[in-house]
């Protein structure tokens, strides 16, 4: 059997096209930033080889267009100091790997996704530590497949980008490229995305004060679980036409249909708390939080649909929290009422939670009740009242169009992948959304202990909708 070997070949560090002016050497995070737990969200993208562009070229192409594109997002090519609170934006630039994948071409890597846990770490930047306090913020891998396919392994701060605005960044770096490709100047290229820097610690400065920071790490701690030892990664994926039956189960009389997102969220959940039932013989309490955007919902409350708060850096972010206590029962009849009935009140329960983020809690996040609140939408996130229970946390990429975005001038990318277990310290309990290529589909990372996510796996009505692992040739 052949072993995936990759190979770094080269080092460098590609400093912003122009100097940070001095004035702008320290970048400070806003009090929101401050809220995520984890320093990396890591993101890999695929692309087939081709016959129009060599392999150098590419090489090439990505780090001068990478160059050009830090000059207008000059934190990313700084370091992470005061413990996690600004950027040193020194111009040190942005670390760049080049590395070769050995025995494998790039298809016959995406054909064994039985791999996909162990290995796809080995196409991150293997230089990153996760404790980014005097990390370099940025860090990329370029991997070339004996084929002349290529994967991109990018590793950002999660402190200065959550997904919407890593997408604003790959789509202003992918927009250079196809320029310097083409052969155009700037003036006769398409208008790139400038990236409004200021807006999160603008509009959540943080003052000095670490409250928020201490309080995130104290939830954070009560509900995650820890580890790597017992931990495995499946993706379970769902076509459109899974998607529209679940919309049709979850159906809720004179309501609107959920979106794809509520659906499949609701419907992982379900399947997780019957995984634990049967893994503890008893049906323990659950809660799950979903990460949401609130750019849309600052928009709004700012009447201002011309802002460019969409292009935002930062973590515009926020956690909406739902809550389930579907108790047992020995009467069959009792059960099975209860089944038919679990999807349509949990997506009731999940939009509820979604709900209640919305333009005015964005507005009084910002006034002078602004800390009460967040305090109370935290305390109300770790109040158990003394049970013990599950927790599952969704972050969903759904929507941010990476396979538009993530085009260099040689193609969409045949996959966008996020990680397996195995590639850094993580949470357990934490379940990823992203859009299939087609876009009318979403690929579930779940992360859970191998015991539940064995039952998991043996879920009947989870493997009716929904394929395990798939090989993303299949799903292209």
Known sequence: MKILEVEVVSEVKIKPSFPTPSHLRTFKLSLL??????????????????????????????????????????????????DELSVECNDEGAVFIEARVKHFSLHEFLRCPELF??????????????????????????????????AIGICISHKLLDGAA??????????????????????????????????????????????????????????FIQGKESSVTRRFVFDASAIATLKLNAQMARKKSPTRVEVVSAFLWQCCMAASKEKHNFQRPSLLTHIVNLRSKLLNAMDDS????????????????????????????????????????????????????????????????????????????????GLDLDYYAFSSWCKFGWYEAA????????????????????????????????????????????????LLEADSNLNKLASVDPSPLILS
Not at 185 to 213: C, Q, V
Request: with cysteine; glycine share 8%.
């Open 117 to 150: 846990d162990s290995l796809l770490n080995q196409f991150l930047p293997g230089s990153i530590t996760y404790t980014s306090s005097g990390n370099f913020v940025t860090n990329i891998q370029a991997n070339v497949f004996q084929c002349g396919g290529i």
């Open 306 to 385: 011309d802002s460019d708060l969409q292009y935002s850096t930062g973590n515009l972010l926020w956690m909406a929290a739902a809550r389930s206590y579907i108790g047992d029962s020995d009467d069959d009849d009792e059960q099975q009422e209860q089944q038919n009935s679990v999807l349509p009140g949990l997506v009731s329960e999940l939009r509820n939670a979604l709900s209640r983020i919305d333009a005015d809690f964005a507005k009084e996040m910002q006034g002078k009740q602004g800390k009460s609140l967040m305090i109370d939408s935290l305390e109300g996130i770790t109040n158990s009242d």
């Open 33 to 82: 930033d401050q809220l995520i737990p984890a320093p990396y969200a890591p993101i890999i993208l695929f692309y087939d080889p081709t016959t129009t562009i060599t392999t150098a070229k590419r090489l090439e192409i990505l780090k001068v267009s990478l160059s050009e594109a830090l000059t207008a997002f000059y934190p990313l090519a700084g370091k992470l100091r005061d």
């Open 407 to 454: 085009d260099f001038g040689w193609g969409k990318p045949a996959w966008v992948s996020s990680i397996g277990s195995s590639s850094a310290p993580h949470f357990m309990n934490l379940i990823i959304l992203v859009d299939t290529k087609s876009g009318d589909g979403i690929e579930a990372w779940v992360t859970l202990d191998q015991r539940q996510m064995a």
């Open 166 to 223: 890593l997408c604003t960044f790959l789509k202003s770096w992918t927009g250079i490229s196809r320029r310097l490709l083409s052969g155009s100047s700037e003036k006769e290229a398409p208008p790139w995305i400038s990236p409004n820097l200021f807006a999160a610690a603008s509009l959540f400065p943080t003052n000095g004060d670490m409250w928020l920071r201490d309080s995130s790490l104290h939830m954070w701690g009560s509900l």
